[in-house]
């Protein structure tokens, strides 16, 4: 069995909702796709207004309701550096997450 690392800030569902509804996002119903699209809406818009759209992913944890916001990942398909290197970008990703 192959673990992966990543590197970056785990938060909360409810954390996102709270924060997206701030910028009048809301699901318009209570399904799981609606409230996927509200979280990925969400993710798009702050780390799009940080300019780290490029440099953040975010992967899923085993953590039951919590989503990792990530810089490095040592898993090849997520797409990222295998090491955090730029403290100006962790830094941003640090104010995105509080």
């Keep these: 069995m192959v673990r992966y690392f990543a590197f970056g800030y785990k938060v909360k569902y409810q ?5 997206a509804n701030e910028l009048y996002m809301v699901p318009w119903n209570d399904t799981t796709d609606a409230r996927a699209n509200v979280m990925f809406d969400y993710f798009v818009t702050v780390v799009g207004q ?3 759209m490029s440099y953040v992913r975010p992967i899923a944890l085993k953590d039951e ?3 990792g916001y990530c810089l490095a990942s040592t898993d090849p398909s997520d797409g990222l550096p295998s090491r955090a290197r730029d403290a100006e970008k962790i830094e941003k990703l640090r104010q995105i997450v509080g």
């Design 15 to 19: 954390w996102i909702f709270d924060r």
């Design 50 to 52: 940080a300019g780290l």
């Design 65 to 67: 309701d919590c989503v």
